[in-house]
Each structure stands twice: as C-alpha cells, then as structure tokens.
Nanobody, 120 residues
C-alpha cells in the first residue's frame, strides 16, 4: 500500500522559512515524479512545484518561483519543499503527490497534507 506522509508545517511570520518533507513508502520512489500542491481555505487545490524522477528537472508555479525549492532524496524516499520569503498568501494546506508519468499534471497518489500558516 502506498503512503505519503507530509511533515514540517507550522506557524511562521512573513519573511520566514519552512521546510516541508514528504516520506513515501509502498512504491519505487526513484521511478516516480513528485509534486507539491496547496489548498487555501475556500479555494481549490493549486499546483506549487514538481520534480521529475529521471533528470530531476523541476518546475514551479509563478507565485512561488524564486522563493520555493523542490528537491528529492531517492535514498530516503523523501521529497522536500524549501519555502523562503514566505507571505501570508502562502497560507494553505500543503499536499505531496506522486505519479509514474504525471501526464497532464495528474497524480495518482496523495498525502493527507500539512498546514502552513504565515502571519503578517
């Protein structure tokens, strides 16, 4: 059974940093594309960042480009999201996701999320 477990969320002041982690089990992590999404209160789930399994190329939503960095450690089956220069509008539940191909930015496996709250 596939499990994705996020951690590292919390309360931080604007301008601060947080590092989210997502530990994955039940699949061959090194063969899966990974991504982070977020959902703010009353809004839909939005793409944040993704990283491929092969070349480890990454891409970002325009709203976080230059502030957030996605990375992965295949030996630890973990994907990270380093979030710097946080803004109140970054407040959301952050989810990690995994998929073999991520075609159309669709992901088959999801974690339950971790809350990030940025105070002004």
């Amino acid at each position: 059974q596939v499990h994705l477990v996020e951690s590292g969320g919390g309360l931080v002041q604007a301008g601060g940093s947080l590092r989210l982690s997502c530990a994955v089990s039940g699949l061959t992590f090194s063969r899966y594309a990974m991504a982070w999404f977020r959902q703010a209160p009353g809004k839909g789930r939005d793409f944040v960042a993704a990283i491929t399994w092969s070349t480890q190329n990454s891409r970002y939503a325009d709203s976080v480009k230059g502030r957030f960095t996605i990375s992965r450690d295949n030996a630890k089956s973990t994907v990270y999201l380093q979030m710097d220069s946080l803004k109140p509008e970054d407040t959301a539940v952050y989810f990690c996701a995994a998929d073999r191909t991520a075609d159309g930015n669709r992901y088959a496996h999801w974690g339950r999320g971790t809350q990030v709250t940025v105070s002004s």
